[in-house]
């Protein structure tokens, strides 16, 4: 039995996530999903709450043949302490997923196995453009997984962040 552990912030989850998750299922039994930058809501950069982006990958992931746990981390100010703060808020794991080269250093530092996978589409996939799509009325949906349209459009997403986005104080 090898558990993974994948974190992103998921600023909303998308197909490039979903993806990566369907690549790292074809290595492991079970996957820790990270929430990062559990603490950080409703800013242009971190527009959803844990528990909103909670919500969004647990339905994209409901027909999916893994055991998955989401466990939100929050951000620490010391890098070098932060792969601690992961272990001792997660279940055990034998490997990390991770594109992020910082994330990948910290790890590594920390005699961790870490693996890469390919960019799929990141021309789209990315949730900078997900998010600039949502503001400017663009054709996001296409982006993310079908579950992840319903979330937002439960939570009123587009129009909260295309509220903050006017907002000159939390621009981010
Ligand atoms: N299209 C993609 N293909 C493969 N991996 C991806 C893709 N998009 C994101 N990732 C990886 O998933 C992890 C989590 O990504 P993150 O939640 O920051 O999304 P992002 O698309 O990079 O968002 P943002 O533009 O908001 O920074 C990172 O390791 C990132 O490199
Ligand atoms: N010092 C820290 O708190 C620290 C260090 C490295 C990564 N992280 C977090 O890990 C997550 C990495 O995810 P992304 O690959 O989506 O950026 C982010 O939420 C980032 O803030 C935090």
Known sequence: MSRGFYIGRFQPFHNG??????QIAEDVDELVLGIGS?????TVRNPFTA???IMMITKSLVEFDLVTYAVPIE???R?????????SMSPDFDVAY???PLVIQLFREAGIEIRQSPMFNREVLEGTEVRERMINDGDWETLV?????GVVDEMNGIERLQMISDSDSNGA
Request: proline share 3%.
């Open 17 to 22: 996530h979903l993806s990566m998750i369907e």
């Open 38 to 42: 559990a603490d950080d809501s409703h």
């Open 51 to 53: 528990g909103e982006r």
């Open 75 to 77: 951000d620490l100010e």
């Open 79 to 87: 890098n070098s302490v932060w792969v601690s703060h992961v272990q």
């Open 98 to 100: 991770s594109n992020n």
């Open 145 to 149: 997984p079908e579950a992840v349209v």
